[in-house]
């Protein structure tokens, strides 16, 4: 009946894209940069059923969206709204740090622990001699690693971004269900990637995968929990005009 609702508020509206940020730990960047990952794997958090029927787009006041969830009888129980839809951008979060400024220019260098080339940020009114430098100011007085420390991936802003994605596909799966092309898709690397079998390579991005966890959620979200997933492919882009 939500189904219904939504018909007969005639046609599906054209969602906007969205930007959004996404962390990922050094390892995951480095596979980034090299073009070994086009895909990852993210909790879905709360109860699912295993009966849940998934791929839904619901009628809200606010307008249509996409979820996932369980349904009965046309009307909705439990909405487990997409983490991103494709076409959306997706800026990495990455372990950083701000280790040089320079305020006559108002110019603020990133790097990054993942390595590879730096960012210059270009803040108003460089090369003059104003005072107003609010922005410049503000960013380096909170951001700037006077003792060289680095900062974590999830209190990057999105103006040291260097790493943009546009997403191509997304949906749910359990996390066992992932294919030995998708391992490789994940980003996973093995010695010898010539002699693995499957099995062999699923042991390799399981020990990875658990790695992630913290040990007192293994037993919900552990590899042998194959708790279900939200499957988030991507590719590199560029940086939007105007973000």
């Not at 839904?56 to 709204?81: L, N, V």
């Not at 400024?101 to 990133?110: G, L, P």
């Not at 499957?198 to 590899?223: M, P, Q, V």
Request: glycine share 8%.
């Amino acid at each position: 009946m939500m189904q219904n609702t939504g018909q007969r508020h005639g046609e599906r509206q054209v969602r906007q894209m969205a930007i959004k940020p996404i962390l990922f730990n050094t390892e995951m960047v480095r596979a980034i940069l090299d073009g070994r990952k086009g895909a990852t794997r993210r909790i879905v958090k709360g109860y699912i059923p295993d009966d849940a029927v998934w791929g839904y787009t619901a009628f809200t006041p606010k307008g249509y969206i996409s979820c996932r969830g369980t349904f009965a009888d046309g009307y909705g129980g439990i909405f487990f709204k997409l983490p991103c839809e494709p076409g959306d951008i997706l800026y990495v979060r990455e372990t950083w740090q701000c280790w040089r400024a320079h305020r006559y220019e108002a110019t603020a260098d990133i790097r990054f622990r993942a390595g590879g080339d730096d960012v210059r940020l270009q803040f108003a009114n460089g090369n003059t001699d104003s005072i107003d430098r609010l922005d410049y100011d503000t960013f380096v007085h909170k951001w700037f690693s006077h003792n060289g420390e680095w900062k974590p991936s999830l209190f990057m802003p999105k103006v040291a971004a260097r790493i943009w994605l546009k997403v191509t596909d997304v949906r749910v799966e359990r996390l066992q269900d992932i294919t030995s092309e998708q391992i490789s898709r994940e980003g996973v690397e093995v010695e010898y990637p010539h002699v693995l079998n499957g099995e062999e390579k699923r042991y390799a991005f399981s020990t990875l995968w658990n790695s992630t966890i913290k040990k007192s959620d293994l037993d919900r979200y552990g590899w042998n929990a194959s708790p279900w997933v939200w499957v988030i492919e991507f590719e590199r882009c560029e940086k939007p005009e105007g973000v």
